[in-house]
């Protein structure tokens, strides 16, 4: 694992374009083996995720190619292979996505079972439970997940009903039910976010036959088969988020470029509340920052809530916002892994149950700090903005995961950072 190193404080300047979603990107990549034919897919961030489902979907018997910086040419000539092996499943939770459309294409897969995750448990049995509902076997054995697809669908209509959101198996179950003809799935209490909007659009492009995407009930009517497509990938609003927070954060003015405001609602909000000042056009958002800044509460509900993948970041925002702020994490509860590393660089914030109370301090200061996840990393690079003096940054790796060209494009917004790709003593 490698290390940042960053000397600050320092103010960002500039203008930053944001990337193709990876959160919408990874379940379409995930629906490929139900897509028959040539797909060509626009706007596909080049990110560790994303290269790890292009290597699922070659191993499978997939081919895909990069066209160009951010355009993928997929084939599948209908010719997939059932197993997908460990060693690739458990780079990322968002993988076991494919057991379904994969099934459902060959008729038996195997899906290695997701390892653990840093920002807490993020059991399948969400996933599993909507595939038995849609008619599926499933086992599990020796850490593998088996399926085998049911045969003729008769007409019939099925409902799931999750017990609790779920991004990964509102999408799962809605992907596999557009491929089966003669079955009307509806889903109750579904995720509601864009990603999500983005993923029915995509499916429908290929002939399917989804409403209701953005809200919490989706009606999905199964078809014979779905073809390739060419289809453009929605901006990231987690990436446009993190950028908006940094820009505030360093008291900065940076113009975010594809940042959709209609998608951060409330982030905008908290920014009110705070007294960030910003303005929206039909090309992005920019921060004009202001001096002095109002502590908040926010609590990071699903979408349209507050998202749990900007907690961290704004966490290291209100460290120095004079005055007592809340956040309170009700989706990953136990992600709070940044927090004593936040305190090693001379923040206060204490976290009781699910909620973290910070005390704005007056300043932070550089120190030596690790990455413990993805949005963790963001945290920390954004507080080591903030802070006085050099911060290292360790197991940084992480942040390629989820930010395409991160070191460009925050050395255009000003930033001095040395990249190590091994660990600094």
Request: glycine letters at 10%.
């Amino acid at each position: 694992m490698g290390s940042f190193i960053l000397y600050g404080p320092v103010t960002l300047r500039g203008k930053v374009e944001i990337s193709g979603a990876k959160n919408a990107a990874l379940p379409i990549l995930a629906s490929i083996p139900l897509i028959k034919g040539i797909t060509v897919l626009h706007n596909v961030p080049r990110l560790e995720d994303v290269h790890t489902m292009i290597q699922i979907l070659r191993s499978i018997g997939v081919k895909v190619e990069w066209k160009g910086e951010n355009t993928l040419l997929i084939i599948n000539e209908g010719s997939c292979t059932g197993d997908v092996p460990y060693e690739l499943v458990r780079k990322m939770r968002a993988s076991f996505n494919i057991l379904g459309p994969l099934t459902l294409s060959v008729g038996k897969a195997s899906v290695a079972q997701p390892g653990g995750c840093a920002i807490g448990l993020r059991p399948v049995n969400f996933h599993i439970d909507g595939l038995e509902k849609l008619g599926f076997s499933v086992s599990i054995s020796h850490g593998t997940v088996h399926a085998t697809a049911p045969g003729r669908v008769d007409e019939s209509e099925v409902v799931v009903s999750f017990p609790k959101v779920s991004v990964g198996a509102t999408e799962h179950i809605m992907t596999t039910a557009a491929g089966m003809k003669g079955l009307t799935l509806q889903i109750n209490n579904a995720a509601q976010e864009p990603e999500i909007e983005d993923l029915q659009n995509f499916l429908n492009s290929c002939g399917a036959r989804i409403t209701g995407a953005g809200t919490s009930s989706l009606t999905v009517e199964g078809v014979e088969e779905l073809q390739g497509c060419e289809y453009t990938i929605m901006y990231d609003r987690i990436e446009a988020g993190t950028y908006l927070i940094a820009a505030a954060a360093t008291h900065g003015e940076v113009e975010v470029v594809n940042a959709c405001s209609n998608h951060l609602g409330a982030l905008l909000e908290v920014f009110e509340h705070m007294g960030v000042n910003f303005t929206c056009n039909e090309n992005g958002i920019t921060v004009k920052a202001g001096d002095v800044y109002r502590p908040v509460k926010i609590e990071v509900n699903p979408y349209p809530g507050f998202p749990t993948d900007l907690q961290p970041q704004i966490l290291a925002m209100l460290s120095t916002v004079k005055g007592v702020s809340l956040v309170k994490e009700n989706v990953f509860k136990s992600r709070f892994g940044h927090v004593p590393e936040l305190n090693r660089m001379g923040a206060l914030i204490v976290v009781e149950d699910s909620v973290a109370v910070v005390e704005g301090v007056e300043e932070l200061t550089g120190a030596p700090v690790e990455a413990t996840d993805l949005r963790a990393a963001a945290s920390l690079l954004i507080a080591a903005l903030m802070a006085k003096g050099e911060t290292i940054i360790s197991h940084i790796e992480h942040i390629f995961r989820g930010y395409e060209k991160v070191i460009e494009k925050f050395r255009g917004l000003g930033v001095n950072i040395v990249y190590e790709p091994r660990d600094v003593e």
